[in-house]
């Protein structure tokens, strides 16, 4: 069985939901507490034991490629101004030359095109995908359940979790066969599917393991939900001729694409950081208890 080694991170994505913060900057770079959006999937990729990380950018995502370069004048003030903590912390983020690459998608024709951009740089080797917009929070990233789920069954691996039933026409819903290891066997795929035709509740959650196969798939696949190139379909296609298991996350999942998903990861971040925690949680509850005394007296 190959070793995964490379990690795909789609960020090309115009950010319309959060509009007009994204007018002038990347989604992707919007802070959950005091880290980029983009800077927790890298995170999850090197802890899963990814080695290379293929970004797939679009105009106007310069400062992504930016981000992740070393910026020797800000290196040099702290260094001057004996700023150690915060040089170290940069250090500790900065990703070594050459395990890193980006190519663009030049038009907006969906994931499963933007997926397909990376097929050059990704080779025939399988490779991670992470979706950036999808923050995992747990002990564990989410990519290294995955991994694992790989290492025993080879094939294709992705990560679900269970929505309300009522939210399936907003995911790729996958259909649950019989229990392998620490997940199951998919026994069908749907991007987006009405609650009435879909398979189950488990929906893909943006972490997939998958071989370089879907690449020629991704290359002759139509237009599907929404018009455009589903990543979805094409799988769905690959799950016809090789294994293709999920593996539920037993953490939880931020849609850091929508407002309500970003400020609830800024909550749960902030509230599972001892250094900020206290100081800002205990103010929120004096204005939540202040506003109730302010209700009943109204
Ligand atoms: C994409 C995938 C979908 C997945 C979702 C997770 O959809 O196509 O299968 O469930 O990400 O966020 P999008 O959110 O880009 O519409």
């Not at 034991?49 to 910026?71: A, C, P, S």
């Not at 294709?156 to 229990?179: F, L, S």
């Not at 929404?226 to 016809?240: F, K, P, V, Y």
Request: hydrophobic share 40%; with cysteine; net charge negative.
């Amino acid at each position: 069985m190959k070793k995964v080694r490379k990690a795909v991170i789609p960020v090309a994505g115009l950010g319309t939901r959060f509009l007009p913060a994204t007018k002038a900057m990347p989604k992707e770079m919007l802070t959950v507490v005091d880290r980029p959006v983009v800077q927790y999937a890298v995170d999850e990729a090197l802890e899963a034991g990814i080695e290379h990380i293929v970004f797939v950018t679009g105009r106007n995502k310069h400062v992504i490629e930016d981000y992740f370069d070393i910026q020797p004048e800000l290196l040099d003030t702290l260094t001057r101004s004996g700023k150690h903590d915060q040089l170290a912390s940069l250090q500790r983020l900065q990703l070594s030359a050459g395990t890193v690459s980006f190519t663009r998608q030049q038009s907006p024709h969906g994931l499963g095109h933007a997926v397909w951009c990376a097929r050059d740089i990704i080779g025939d080797e399988p490779f991670a995908l992470l979706l950036p917009d999808m923050v995992s929070f747990g002990k564990r990233g989410c990519l290294s359940g995955i991994m694992e789920l790989y290492e025993r069954t080879g094939g294709n691996v992705i990560a679900v979790e269970q929505c309300d039933p009522t939210e399936t026409n907003k995911y790729g819903i996958v259909g649950k066969g019989r229990d392998v290891a620490t997940g199951f066997a998919v026994t069908g795929m749907v991007e987006k599917p009405e609650p009435a035709v879909a398979p189950s509740n488990f929906y893909i959650n943006g972490r997939y393991i998958l071989q370089p196969e879907v690449f020629e798939l991704l290359g002759t696949q139509e237009r599907g939900a929404g018009n455009e190139i589903q990543l979805t379909d094409a799988m769905r296609r690959l799950s016809q001729v090789q294994d293709f298991h999920a593996h539920p996350y037993k953490g939880r999942t931020f849609d850091c694409g929508s407002k309500e998903g970003f400020i609830q990861a800024n909550v749960a971040f902030a509230l599972a950081r001892s250094d900020i925690r206290d100081l800002v949680f205990g103010p929120i509850a004096e204005m939540i208890s202040g506003q109730e005394r302010r209700n009943e007296a109204a």
